[in-house]
């Protein structure tokens, strides 16, 4: 009998998007989907947000804390055209992502291409890896 190691944060999150389905009926999860990772002396995040003008979108940086703000519009099928499947969301979005140290807000890049959105975010002086000399004696 094989042991099957499961993430426990993968549990959780895939409990979270289950509660706010039952709670919303909505089915879509979180919006906009993001990935962080530490980039040594800054954090990427990287958030899709496809069908979004990026003059709608906000960023914005405090202490630990992004926050990505917009608002998605789509075009709705016409007089005569009606919905057989609508999947895709619309509407205003707020996603805020903490950050494992405190961030450096006057040194967060933004760009959107082909949909998604990617803003590095510099970590805060004193929390920034700094190499050690050592002297030999």
Not at 50 to 72: A, H, K, M, N, Y
């Amino acid at each position: 009998m094989a042991l099957v190691y499961r993430n426990p944060f993968e549990q959780l999150q895939s409990e979270l998007d289950r509660m706010v389905e039952s709670a919303f009926g909505r089915g879509t999860g979180v919006f906009p989907p993001v990935n962080v990772f530490d980039a040594g002396e800054a954090y990427v995040v990287k958030a899709e947000l496809p069908g979004v003008v990026p003059e709608q979108i906000d960023v914005s940086v405090e202490d630990d804390t992004l926050v990505i703000r917009g608002e998605r519009r789509l075009a709705t099928p016409g007089e005569n055209g009606g919905y057989h499947r609508r999947e895709r969301g619309e509407g205003e979005f707020r996603r805020v992502v903490r950050m494992p140290a405190r961030l450096a807000s006057e040194e967060t890049r933004a760009e959107y291409r082909d949909g998604v959105l990617s803003v590095r975010v510099a970590k805060a002086k004193e929390r920034r890896p700094q190499r050690v000399q050592i002297q030999a004696s």
